[in-house]
DNA sequence: TGGAAATGTCAACGCTCGTTGACTAGAATC
DNA sequence: GATTCTAGTCAACGAGCGTTGACATTTCCA
């Protein structure tokens, strides 16, 4: 997904601190405008920066877009729960990662109206949580089903609360959150699967 | 909502079958683009007339849009059923909506990058959701936090499954829909709230 | 120290979009 | 039959957008 060497391995370019900047910026008016109304002017802008250093660094729209929306999960954080437990833990986990990274919100209003943001978010359903969810339910077999639930409800509740804006969604307290989708999920985890 | 005078008491106009024309040409870009990437010269083409026309009946862009998503999820339809069946009753119906009108994909895509169509969306929910769950429910009192929950579930799956396309969840047929997600709206409506 | 590379700016391009106002043809009305 | 209203077209506008290429400045390295 990303083809560039890793933090870790590329030698530092002077311009790092730059490229952050934009990157920041991009995840900021991604989220809050969505791909089309988020301008490469307005990023570069935040980011103090003039229009055309975007492109050099990261070709077109759509490569700033790529190098920004790059979610990690952290599904590898969730330990592996027995059932009574599981659905709860996912719940708070998916709540935290909701609020602490804008690219969520970037990449789901994206995906709406940008088939190659829609492409990325089945890739994080794949790569991420459908994983997740055989290690968890312990049902590989019916692994992609049951995350297709689990999905339908996470992304349906940050949908209507982050999105949306529903008045009665905002107003939910996160324990009372968990303890309202906790069984769902876990059904979703372990419930018998309909013929 | 609609401040025209209804096909019934208005008098009619030799343009009518022009103007339904625009609108149903506008609702199909608006639920397969969005309301960003549809654009008035597109739906003008669509429906065979030129841009100024649609300007000249509908004002503005946003008033297109204002014409054509306007919803009705056929609440009333919905007879007052007893435990155990609500819940299946419920997914079928919003199923068959989903799936026969346009304009809830044109909202959902629209209201994640356009505020007037959120605000739309939060109108559909109060007006028409909201009172479903309270007479189904009959719990009064809790009516507006088990719609939500309800709205989550419900937007949720459709969002995975008409917009993001991900895969397992295009591959279930709908009586599997049915079954899984009815258990789930069932214990919105009718499960003790958590403290 | 001198030249090459990297970092960044500036002005402009071509395109598409929503929107406007003048205009034409036909129907309705008196 | 003249006039007024309605339906619809046409060409153009101004603005905003992504994108480009030429240029200035700073840093790196031999």
């Known amino acids: 997904m990303n083809d560039e060497p890793s933090a870790a391995t590329r030698k530092p370019r002077r311009s790092d601190a ?26 570069a802008d935040d980011a103090g920066v003039d229009p055309a250093l975007v492109m050099r660094y990261y070709g077109n729209k759509a490569g700033l877009l790529a190098a920004a929306a790059d979610p990690d999960l952290r599904m590898l954080s969730i330990p592996t729960l027995p059932r009574g437990a599981a659905g709860e833990a996912l719940v708070q ?14 990449l789901l209003r994206t995906a709406t109206t940008n088939d190659s943001a829609a492409e990325r978010m089945r890739l994080v359903f794949a790569k991420q949580i459908a ?44 324990p009372e959150i968990i303890k309202s989708l906790g069984p769902t999920i876990e059904r979703y985890l372990f419930g018998t699967r309909p013929v």
Not at 18 to 42: M, W
């Open 18 to 43: 730059t490229r952050a900047l934009i990157l920041s910026a991009a995840r900021e008016r991604f989220a809050a405008e969505g791909y089309d109304r988020a301008t490469i002017r307005a990023i």
């Open 93 to 106: 986990h998916f709540l935290e990662r909701w609020e602490d990274d804008d690219i969520l919100q970037a």
């Open 131 to 174: 994983p997740m969810v055989a290690r968890l339910s312990g049902d590989e077999k019916n692994a992609s089903y049951r995350a297709g639930l689990v999905a339908s409800q996470i992304m349906g509740f940050a949908l209507c609360r982050y999105i949306l804006r529903l008045p009665p969604v905002i107003a939910m307290r996160r």
